[in-house]
């Protein structure tokens, strides 16, 4: 009875000793009981951790993925306030920078207007021209067309001079510089540079003018079947131009008209092959050029004209011409493909040999 009121007020283990003892063991207290008297000791025993619940292996993931995360955005926030951002060696002045924003903000404006200017109104017919306000009737004579044609002709000179114009832009419009044919008149056109015709000297005051031999006679004899444009290169002073052209034909009698370097017929010292702008049949159409040789299927090089020199190229040419109005031919352009190659052969040899092959008589000067 005794020891088990012992047992419930200071212990949970009873032990039994030999020699009579009894060791009650209460957390850190013992109770010793010899015969009729108590001891209690006290035994120091180390703290005892509380044991922590290891974590699952899915909420170890989860905290060292958020732990890798925070220490990547500490990162991210230490590295702009470590590192000072570098100068770049090619950054300008503020003054430059400013200055080329406003040139570059200019030119978008202007080409807006510009623009914008070129296509007012452009299309219109003339009953609708008639049919504008005031206001836009002065837009359209004083800026709008003035605009336009200052613009072209600028565009139009550097497609002459810069092949390079027509392959980014397409050819450009094709405009007629000769009055369209009358009805039941030639059927051939003949276009002559003046200097595969004559020799101009500028030693003196007024141009002394050479023809080459049997130039009368050939444009005697031609201008009853052709029309007969006498082209004036860039070469020639333009006040000149009417009085040479009277030396040539005093009476009037043998060109159709003249052709000027405006017109555009030739484009970098080479006849076109925009034979749209004779407003005649390019099978029809006949040049006869000084220049350097070039290959052009209306052409033929007589070469330039020298006064120490004394060909008759004109009239042995004269009766291959006749003979193609007098045959009717369709097409001069194959004809003229016999008497092209000068690099191998020379032109009066080649004349000769088609003579001789189409049977055509030689004319004698008269």
Same mark, same amino acid.
């Given at each position: 009875?005794?020891?088990?009121?012992?047992?419930?007020?200071?212990?949970?283990?009873?032990?039994?000793?030999?020699?009579?003892?009894?060791?009650?063991?209460?957390?850190?207290?013992?109770?010793?009981?010899?015969?009729?008297?108590?001891?209690?000791?006290?035994?120091?025993?180390?703290?005892?951790?509380?044991?922590?619940?290891?974590?699952?292996?899915?909420?170890?993931?989860?905290?060292?993925?958020?732990?890798?995360?925070?220490?990547?955005?500490?990162?991210?926030?230490?590295?702009?306030?470590?590192?000072?951002?570098?100068?770049?060696?090619?950054?300008?002045?503020?003054?430059?920078?400013?200055?080329?924003?406003?040139?570059?903000?200019?030119?978008?404006?202007?080409?807006?207007?510009?623009?914008?200017?070129?296509?007012?109104?452009?299309?219109?017919?003339?009953?609708?021209?008639?049919?504008?306000?005031?206001?836009?009737?002065?837009?359209?004579?004083?800026?709008?067309?003035?605009? #336009?044609?200052?613009? $072209?002709?600028?565009? /139009? +000179? %550097? =497609?002459?001079? !810069? &092949?390079?114009?027509?392959?980014?832009?397409?050819?450009?419009?094709?405009?007629?510089?000769?009055?369209?044919?009358?009805?039941?008149?030639?059927?051939?056109?003949?276009?002559?540079?003046?200097?595969?015709?004559?020799?101009?000297?500028?030693?003196?005051?007024?141009?002394?003018?050479?023809? #080459?031999?049997?130039? $009368?006679?050939?444009? /005697? +004899? %031609? =201008?009853?079947? !052709? &029309?007969?444009?006498?082209?004036?290169?860039?070469?020639?002073?333009?006040?000149?131009?009417?009085?040479?052209?009277?030396?040539?034909?005093?009476?009037?009698?043998?060109?159709?008209?003249?052709?000027?370097?405006?017109?555009?017929?030739?484009?970098?010292?080479?006849?076109?092959?925009?034979?749209?702008?004779?407003?005649?049949?390019?099978?029809?159409?006949?040049?006869?050029?000084?220049?350097?040789?070039?290959?052009?299927?209306?052409?033929?090089?007589?070469?330039?004209?020298?006064?120490?020199?004394?060909?008759?190229?004109?009239?042995?040419?004269?009766?291959?011409?006749?003979?193609?109005?007098?045959?009717?031919?369709?097409?001069?352009?194959?004809?003229?493909?016999?008497?092209?190659?000068?690099?191998?052969?020379?032109?009066?040899?080649?004349?000769?040999?088609?003579?001789?092959?189409?049977?055509?008589?030689?004319?004698?000067?008269?």
């Amino acid at each position: 009875m005794i020891l088990n009121k012992v047992a419930r007020c200071y212990g949970k283990q009873i032990g039994f000793f030999s020699n009579g003892r009894i060791q009650i063991t209460k957390q850190n207290q013992s109770l010793y009981l010899v015969g009729t008297k108590r001891f209690f000791t006290t035994q120091q025993q180390p703290p005892q951790t509380p044991k922590q619940e290891e974590p699952n292996s899915k909420q170890k993931n989860t905290e060292d993925k958020k732990t890798e995360e925070n220490e990547k955005e500490n990162e991210d926030e230490e590295k702009p306030q470590e590192e000072e951002p570098k100068k770049s060696k090619y950054s300008l002045p503020p003054a430059v920078t400013a200055v080329t924003s406003t040139f570059f903000l200019g030119v978008i404006v202007a080409s807006t207007f510009g623009y914008i200017t070129y296509n007012f109104k452009k299309d219109i017919s003339e009953e609708e021209r008639y049919r504008l306000n005031s206001i836009e009737s002065a837009v359209y004579e004083k800026i709008a067309e003035p605009f #336009r044609e200052f613009f $072209d002709n600028i565009f /139009e +000179n %550097l =497609r002459t001079k !810069y &092949e390079f114009f027509d392959m980014l832009f397409g050819p450009g419009k094709i405009h007629k510089i000769i009055p369209p044919p009358l009805p039941g008149g030639k059927k051939y056109t003949l276009v002559i540079d003046i200097d595969a015709l004559t020799e101009i000297t500028k030693t003196s005051k007024y141009p002394t003018l050479y023809k #080459r031999a049997g130039l $009368d006679f050939f444009l /005697e +004899n %031609l =201008r009853k079947d !052709y &029309e007969i444009y006498l082209y004036f290169n860039a070469n020639i002073p333009q006040n000149k131009i009417e009085q040479l052209n009277f030396k040539i034909d005093t009476n009037g009698k043998y060109f159709t008209g003249l052709l000027y370097p405006e017109t555009g017929l030739k484009e970098r010292n080479q006849f076109t092959k925009k034979l749209e702008m004779l407003d005649r049949d390019p099978s029809k159409v006949i040049f006869i050029d000084a220049a350097s040789p070039y290959q052009h299927p209306n052409v033929i090089n007589i070469g330039k004209f020298k006064s120490n020199s004394k060909d008759r190229l004109l009239v042995e040419l004269l009766p291959i011409l006749e003979n193609f109005t007098k045959k009717n031919i369709e097409d001069v352009r194959p004809e003229i493909a016999q008497f092209q190659d000068i690099q191998n052969k020379s032109l009066s040899k080649m004349l000769e040999d088609y003579t001789s092959t189409k049977g055509i008589n030689h004319r004698q000067k008269k």
